[in-house]
């Protein structure tokens, strides 16, 4: 590996390390203010989310769009700052923040039927968490 590219990657490998850290709450409020940050500055997450929105939801108020478009982009980059936390912390660790599950009888009985399962499910939340449960 060329040696740029070799400190590319051990530089985003610490960056996860050091993330992964951070207790939850703290991952959070900080990809909040990420999610913040691209929705007051002119990024490309602002620039997508906008056009979306204008797209599927164009009945939206001001004031409604408004408040969608940050809480998108807040949730956005909370979702970013968890990412570490699932893909360094244990399992376990990770399971353990699990409070309710929507249709797992469902899971259950597709899984008990020994046919196999594929699960849809859109792109919203952590879908690392999923993936682990």
């Not at 850290?21 to 940050?37: C, E, K, S």
């Not at 691209?38 to 599927?56: E, G, H, P, S």
């Amino acid at each position: 590996m060329p040696p740029m590219r070799r400190l590319k990657y051990l530089t985003i490998v610490l960056l996860l390390k050091l993330l992964a850290l951070l207790p939850l709450a703290a991952a959070q409020r900080l990809g909040a203010a990420f999610g913040w940050l691209a929705w007051r500055l002119d990024t490309k997450a602002r620039k997508v989310t906008d056009i979306n929105l204008d797209i599927c939801l164009p009945e939206l108020s001001d004031e409604e769009r408004r408040q969608l478009f940050r809480d998108s982009l807040r949730h956005t980059g909370m979702t970013a700052l968890e990412i570490p936390l699932m893909w360094e912390w244990p399992v376990e660790k990770c399971l353990g923040l699990v409070r309710a599950v929507e249709g797992e009888k469902l899971l259950d009985e597709a899984l008990a039927s020994d046919k196999g399962l594929i699960l849809l499910a859109p792109h919203l939340g952590n879908w690392e968490l999923a993936g682990l449960y």
